[in-house]
Structure formats: C-alpha cells, structure tokens
C-alpha cells in the first residue's frame, strides 16, 4: 500500500507541473474589464509614449520589452498614479513571468491601495507566493480575494490560485485544508466549465482521498477525471488520466483492467510522445524556414541596398550631367550673344569705314574742284589785270570770295566732324539767346542773301532763350541758312522763328521758299545712320556732311531735328532744343 | 559819356588790326595791343583799361590764359575780358574756364559775335545778367561807372559826375556837368547798386549826389547843386538834412 501510495504521489507530482504547465499555457483572452480599462487609459494618455507601448507589450506578452517601457515611463517621474501603479503591475507581472519573483514581489508592493486593480495584485502575489512554495503566504493572499467573483488575469486564475493551494497541502499532507481548497477549485472550474483543469482537479481530489486510503471517495474522481479526459483531445491529461486509473485498478487487483488503462496510458503517452516529436519536427521547421526567410531578407536586403545605391549613382550622374549641360548651354548662348556683338561691331566699324572712304572721295573731289574754279578764275583775272580789263575784276573777285567761302564751309564742316566723332571739342551746354545767336549767324549770310535777292527775317522772339553748346548751336544755324540760300530761288524769303509748340521745347524754325525735298530724300536725310546720304539728284551741291551734322549736333544738345518740305514751295528745317527755365 | 577802353591781347598783327577796325567802327577805344603777356601786363597795369579782349594763344603758348589769370586774381585791378580762340581744344578750354567769369569767342567771328562778347563779358563780370539784351534795361552800374547801351556799342559814365538823376517811368535821366541823358534802369536796381553814402533820395522821383549839393532850402523844399541844378526834397526824405551835416 505504502508503495501504492507513493508511485500516485509521484505520478501525481508529476501530474502538476504537467497540469500547471497546461493551465499557463491558456490563452489570454478574457481579461475584459481590465484590458478595455488600460486601453481607454493608454488612449486618454496618447503623450505617454512609454506607457502606451509599455501596455501594448504587456498584452502582446513580450515581458522585456513591458519591462523596458514601463521603466522609462516610471523614469520619467510622471505624477499619474494610475499610469505608475500600472506600470509597477506590468513591471510586477512581467519579472513573474520572467521567474524573478523577488524583483516581481518588489514591484507590486510598491502599488498604491488605491489601485483599481488591487485583487489582481493579490492573485500574482499569491501566484508567487506558492512559485516560491510560502504556502501561507498565498493562503493569506487567497483570504484577501475569495470572496470576490471569478479573476482570471495573464493566465492566473483564482480557480488555478485554489487548486495549486490545494496540491501544496497534499504535498504538505495537510489533507484537509487541501480538500477544502481543491473543491472550491472545483466548483469554480466546473463553473467555468474549464475541462482541463477540471481533469486535474478532480485528479488531484481523488489523489487526496487516495492518500488518506479513502479509495470509495477517491476512486470516482478518479474515473471522472478519466471520463472527461475522454472528452478533450489533451494527450497529456488523457495519459496521466489513464495512468492513474490503471494504478488504481492495479492496487484494487484488478489486474485486467489495469492492463486495459496501462495499454491506454501508453497509447497516449507514445502519442505525447508523437505530439512532442511532431512539435520539435514543426519547432525545427519553422525555425529553419525562419533562417530561410532570414536569409532572404538579408539578401533582399542587400539586393535593396545596391538598388538603392545603383539609384543615387544614377541620379547623381543625371544632376552633374544637367548641370554639365546648362553650363554649355550657358557659355554656348553667351559665345552667341558676343559673337552677335562683335559682329554688330564689325558692321558698324564697316559702316564707317565705308563713310569715311566716301567722305573724303567726296571731299576731296569737292575741293578740287573749288581749288580748279578758282584757279581758272584766277588765270582769268591776271589775264584782265594784264590787259587792264579793271571792270571785269570786280565780278572775277566776287566769283573767287564765293568759291573760298564754300572750300571754307566745307572744310569748317569737315574739321567740326571729325571733332564731333573724336569727341576731343569743348562742349558746353548754358542758356543761351536765341535771338542774338539767330543775327549773330546770318550776319555772315546777309550780302549773299543780298546777292540773290532774298528777304530775311529774324522773327525769333527775344525771350526765347535755350539750353545748348554755343558753338553747336551756330554750326547747326551756319549749315541750315547755307543750304536755304543755296537751295532758295532769287527774290525769296527766309524766315527764322520759333514755335512753342512742344513742352520743354523751342522749335526753332528754319524757313525758306526754296525748290523744297521730296519725301525720299527726306527720309534719306534723317536715318539714324552714321552713313552719308547718296549724292541724288546731280543739281544737288554738297556733300550732305552738313545735314548730318545738324542731326548729330542737335542729338548732343539733348534736341531734335526734322525737316518739313513741299516741292517748289519751300522747305522748313526745324531744331528743337531744350528750353531755359525762366527763374524771375 | 565816354567810350569804353579796350586792351587788347593779341600776337597776330592781321588779327589785331582787324579787331581795332571793328571795334573803333563801333566807337570802342583801344588803349593797346600787347603781343606778349608780359607787354599786357605792363599796359593792363599803366592804362584805364575797361575790358580786355585776350587772345588765348600767344606765341604758340596758351599765356592769355595765365595773363586773365593774373589780372582775376587781383581784385581792386580785375576787369572784363574775353578770350579769343581758334581752337575748341577740350583741355584749353578746361584751363581757360576757371578764369571765371568766363567768356569766349571763336574765330573767325564777325562784328555782331565780338559786340555781343564784349556785352556779355561786362554783365557777367558785373553780374548784371540780361541788361543789354533785355528791352526795359540798357545801363550796367559799376563801382566807378555806369556802362550804357548806345546802339551797337557801349558807352560809360563815371559815376562821381553825376549830379542827380531825375526818375522818369521807367527811364531815368541823368544829369552830369556836361551832359543830360536818359538811360533804361529800374529805380530799385539804381538804389541798390549806386553808393548810398553818396546818392540819396530826395524826392519820390529825385536821387541826389551828395557831393554836387551847394545848398538845401528847405523851406522851399529846395535842393541847389552845382551847374545850377535843382532838385525837389519832399518832406519825407528830410532825414537827408542831418546826414548831410553830419557828414560835412
């Protein structure tokens, strides 16, 4: 008997852990209230990082990582009671779940009797207490929570606290406050309608009254156990079911029977056994499926890598070709744009040139014939001196000043030009009076326009009074009453005045009634052009010289030139220059 | 009324003589032609020298301008000038243009250019702008004397024979020992610019050379000068009694 006794206790030592083992192995999925508490709790504290993830880890049941969180929650000295008690709890909760049961006990007593949670402090404190077999101190812990309703909580139940309280009496042999505790175990498990741990409880029952050789008693829990154990597909509580039904039915002598539970017994646990190896083969499985996929995350990994890598090179390329390219462009249109200026250049230095070349062909061939007139005129005049013709040398010298007087004019316009292009001349512009400037000028004129018959006016109001360079001024007067007599008809008119048409302006107005330009010459006169207008029609005398420099002179004055014109009616050559403003 | 004395600066004789006729046509009187600057310095300093018209190239060298500088430095001698100048040579004229005031003339240049320079030359010099080109004025006033208008040309007379001048509208006649003429001045600018230590007014229409007073009857509000001129001093002009004592 003694012998019976012992191999059960040994089976049913053996059963514990095994039952135990099962009971935690439970999924975790009815905590309810205090989940839904902690979420709403995580969700009103969104700014506590740490707590958020701490609590998300504890429900995921990584316990290193609770604890990591957790600790920096607490770290952060938050004044949140709730969110610390919590925290301790995780903290508590997760070293249990490590096997530390000391740093475990540490953490939870540190949570505030206000917790709301307290009782679940007790199971795990209980739940410690007999891991660390202080079989009263879980009794005491058990006294603070069995009267409230039903706690599961991570595994830990109150049933599971009752049970294993129980199985530390039997061991202890205090036999009946292990009944006592087992029942209520019962009662809860079969409330719970909790098969497996059911299977243990009534196993562990009948172990009891086995013990005390209450066989009558023990014997049907023994048979219950092994009749739900039927129920489930658990190898495990199949086995040590029929195992102890066989050692029952061996000590009751029933040796027939034994054999039937013993055969089932072996059965079950070769099929444990099966289950084991099927588990291992799965668990090397998957752990060489996890390499694989490992392995093919490093090589995508590092097929990313290059790709990524392979990317930036080609996108650098991109960028320094692009900026390669716009530095080509760049330089490319500003070679064309100085290519573009220097031929502009080259145009206008071509241009000018070509000016200069016909200037002085024109010149030159001007003077030479003043020069040949007068010399003829000359020859003449000697011949009449010698033959003391002294009538005719009146005329003959007359014809010689006038000749002079154009060479002069010429070379005056052509030494004002070349002055004008090589800007060396003194320019000043003052305020000048017209009126005087006007008479001062067509002093030089009057016995020409006398000669020719032609009435002049000065009608140049002596208030009139001009911003302009003096001597431009009067070149400009010198040229234009030097082509109105020239191009005046005997008995005509000139008339100079001005017109205050324009603001800002005097027009000073150049009239006479002479044979008049028509449009195209006109227009040829004007162009903005350094180049001498063409030598037209044949009656036409001079070099043109002299209307250019009009134009560029009243240009340097900061004024304006134009011409106004009608065929055989006469024409009006008008400056406009900058009026003087009047102070008093 | 006297003419205007002219010397002038100029190492061509063509030139100089062309000048001379034109100017004496134009009743101008030449006190000299210097050809050199030191020859125009010595009859500047020696001669009642009224403008002096100064060639700016003498001998090939740009010494009229150090001549017109020398006599602008001088402030009791400085006179009127004019340059005259066949070149338009920037940096000659730079030079010449600080001689202020400065006025030029190009040659060649005709009668009216060189009359019209020489007008120019005296109101910029007396800072009279716009007198003898303006209608309602013909008299420049100087310290010493007046320079008048007369047709083309210019005439001067020295101030200190004035004996009074009588205001007429805009005219105002002027009374000398010798003469009686009417010349175009405003009253303001004739107050202003004579000696007022000398001239007074006496009458709303009466300026008085203090110095040519003989005799103040006041009782008949009767001023005597000298050449048997009278003058009126109306009662508000009284105060001229004291100056007058206190002056002699």
Redesign the interface.
């Known amino acids: 008997m003694k012998l019976h006794t012992s191999l059960i206790t040994f089976f049913l030592l053996l059963s514990i852990p095994l039952f135990m083992f099962s009971q935690e192995e439970k999924p975790l999925k009815t905590q309810g209230l205090f989940e839904k508490q902690v979420k709403h709790l995580s969700e009103e504290f969104t700014s506590e990082i740490n707590f958020v993830k701490a609590q998300e880890f504890y429900f995921k049941e990584q316990w290193d990582s609770t604890l990591v969180y957790s600790l920096k929650q607490l770290n952060e000295n938050s004044k949140k009671i709730e969110l610390n008690d919590l925290c301790y709890f995780f903290r508590g909760f997760s070293f249990k779940e490590n096997e530390d049961f000391k740093a475990a006990k540490k953490e939870l007593l540190k949570i505030s009797k206000t917790f709301n949670f307290y009782n679940y402090v007790h199971i795990v404190l209980a739940r410690i207490a007999l891991e660390e077999g202080e079989n009263e101190k879980a009794e005491q812990y058990y006294e603070y929570i069995k009267d409230v309703n039903t706690f599961e909580l991570c595994g830990v139940k109150k049933s599971n606290i009752e049970n294993n309280l129980g199985l530390k009496y039997l061991h202890s042999k205090e036999y009946s406050k292990a009944e006592t505790y087992l029942l209520k175990s019962i009662a809860s498990q079969e409330q719970e309608q909790d098969t497996l741990n059911l299977i243990a409880g009534y196993g562990n029952l009948a172990s009891i009254y086995y013990e005390q050789m209450k066989d009558d008693k023990a014997i049907p829990y023994y048979l219950k156990a092994y009749q739900l154990s039927k129920q489930t597909n658990d190898f495990k509580a199949k086995r040590n079911a029929s195992l102890n039904m066989s050692i029952v039915e061996e000590n009751r002598e029933d040796y027939k029977r034994a054999l039937k539970y013993n055969i089932e017994y072996h059965k079950w646990a070769d099929s444990v056994n099966s289950e084991i190896n099927e588990l291992e083969v799965e668990r090397l499985e998957n752990e060489l499926n996890i390499q694989a996929k490992e392995k093919e995350v490093t090589v995508l990994q590092a097929e990313n890598k290059a790709k990524v890598v392979e990317r930036n090179g080609l996108l650098y390329t991109a960028l320094v070709l692009l900026v390669l390219l716009g530095t080509t462009i760049y330089f490319y249109k500003e070679k064309i744009k100085t290519n573009k200026v220097i031929t502009a250049q080259k145009e206008d230095l071509n241009e000018l040139n070509t000016t200069k070349d016909k200037l002085f062909s024109i010149v030159s061939h001007d003077l030479r014939s003043s020069v040949n007139a007068l010399k003829t005129s000359n020859a003449k005049l000697l011949e009449n001196v010698e033959a003391k013709n002294l009538e005719q040398l009146d005329g003959l010298l007359q014809t010689n000043s006038s000749i002079v007087n154009g060479a002069y004019n010429l070379l005056d316009n052509l030494l004002n030009w070349a ?1 004008l292009q090589t800007k ?5 512009i003052e305020p000048l ?1 017209l009126y ?1 400037i006007v ?2 000028v067509a ?2 004129y009057k016995p020409l326009m006398l000669d020719k018959v032609i009435t002049f006016e000065n009608n140049v109001l ?1 208030s009139s009074r001009v911003n302009a360079d003096q ?1 431009s001024l ?1 070149i400009i007067l010198r040229n234009l009453l030097d082509n109105a007599i020239k191009f005046s008809k005997a008995n005509g008119f000139i008339k100079i005045y001005t017109e205050d048409t324009n603001k800002g302006y005097y027009d000073l107005v150049i009239e006479d009634s002479g044979i008049g330009i028509d449009e195209i010459t006109i227009e040829d006169l004007l162009k903005e052009s350094t180049l001498l207008p063409k030598k037209g029609n044949k009656k036409e005398k001079g070099t043109g010289l002299g209307l250019q420099l009009c134009k560029s002179m009243a240009k340097k004055n900061k004024g304006h030139f134009k011409i106004e014109s009608k065929i055989n009616e006469g024409t009006k050559m008008i400056i406009s220059l900058p009026k003087t403003k009047q102070n008093g | 009324m006297d003419n205007v004395n002219i010397l002038i600066v100029e190492d061509t004789t063509e030139e100089s003589d062309a000048l001379i006729k034109v100017l004496k046509a134009n009743n101008y009187n030449i006190v000299g032609v210097a050809t050199s600057f030191k020859k125009a310095l010595e009859l500047f300093y020696n001669n009642p020298v009224d403008l002096v018209v100064i060639d700016i190239f003498l001998n090939g060298s740009p010494d009229g301008i150090s001549f017109a500088e020398t006599i602008s430095i001088s402030p009791n001698a400085s006179k009127p000038f004019v340059f005259l100048t066949s070149s338009t040579d920037r940096k000659i004229f730079e030079r010449a243009k600080l001689t202020q005031p400065f006025s030029f003339l190009m040659k060649p240049f005709n009668e009216l250019e060189i009359l019209y320079a020489l007008e120019m030359a005296f109101e910029k010099f007396y800072a009279q702008q716009d007198v003898f080109f303006n209608e309602e004025e013909n008299t420049i006033i100087s310290e010493e004397h007046l320079f008048i208008k007369k047709g083309k040309s210019l005439k001067k007379v020295l101030i200190s024979d004035i004996i009074y001048i009588e205001v007429e509208e805009k005219y105002c006649n002027i009374i000398t020992e010798k003469e009686k003429f009417v010349i175009l001045i405003s009253l303001t600018k004739v107050l202003t610019l004579l000696d007022n230590t000398i001239f007074s007014k006496t009458h709303r229409n009466f300026i008085v050379n203090t110095e040519k007073i003989i005799e103040i009857i006041p009782s008949d509000n009767l001023i005597l000068l000298s050449g048997n001129h009278k003058a009126t001093l109306s009662d508000k002009y009284k105060g001229l009694l004291k100056q007058i004592r206190t002056l002699k």
């Open positions: 002055l060396q001349s003194y320019f000043e009076r005087s008479e001062q002093y030089n002596k001597e009067k």
